[in-house]
């Protein structure tokens, strides 16, 4: 894409070349609204789609950064944080802490900091692919690189035996 047209996507893509990403967003014909749409549009594995997924821990937002190869555990991403409920939030809540829509929830560009859980998973990509602030637009990164833009922690996010990670911080 040229130049972004929509102003979530300029501000996600001035943010991104501030914070020295390496790739570039890039506009997809069709929709990259489900890791699956991602994935087909793209043409690679489900797996290397980062997956922007909203929680409502006691009203405050989490973003957690899944491979589209996985479903997140709630009950594991609640015994990480030491907190009873992780909800799926609503598109409301999405939108009022990101400022973006369900479906093209970039890593970074919120009105504030969202504590943010990136999946192990996607360490298996030497590529991923995160939505740009709209459901069709994308921008390739590194699992090293998300953790970098989101000062997000590595975690298990999905099902499996649990392993806690030696700190998680819902900001």
Do not use: C, K
């Not at 459901?135 to 499996?160: C, K, Q």
């Amino acid at each position: 894409m040229s130049r972004p047209e929509h102003p979530r996507v300029a501000a996600v893509s001035s943010l991104l070349a501030e914070a020295g990403a390496a790739g570039q967003v890039l506009e997809l014909p069709g929709s990259a609204r489900t890791a699956a749409e991602a994935a087909g549009e793209l043409g690679v594995p489900i797996g290397a789609i980062a997956n922007s997924l909203v929680f409502d821990v006691d009203g405050a937002p989490l973003l957690v950064l899944t491979s589209g190869a996985h479903r997140v555990d709630v009950a594991r991403v609640a015994a990480l944080l030491g907190v009873r409920d992780v909800r799926p939030a609503s598109a409301d809540f999405v939108r009022r802490h990101t400022g973006q829509p369900i479906g093209g929830v970039a890593p970074i560009g919120h009105p504030e900091p969202i504590g943010t859980l990136v999946d192990v998973e996607l360490a298996r990509h030497d590529r991923v692919w995160a939505a740009a602030g709209h459901p069709h637009v994308v921008f390739p990164t590194s699992y090293e690189e998300l953790l970098r833009l989101t000062g997000g922690t590595a975690a298990e996010v999905g099902e499996g035996p649990l392993v806690l990670p030696e700190t998680v911080e819902a900001r």
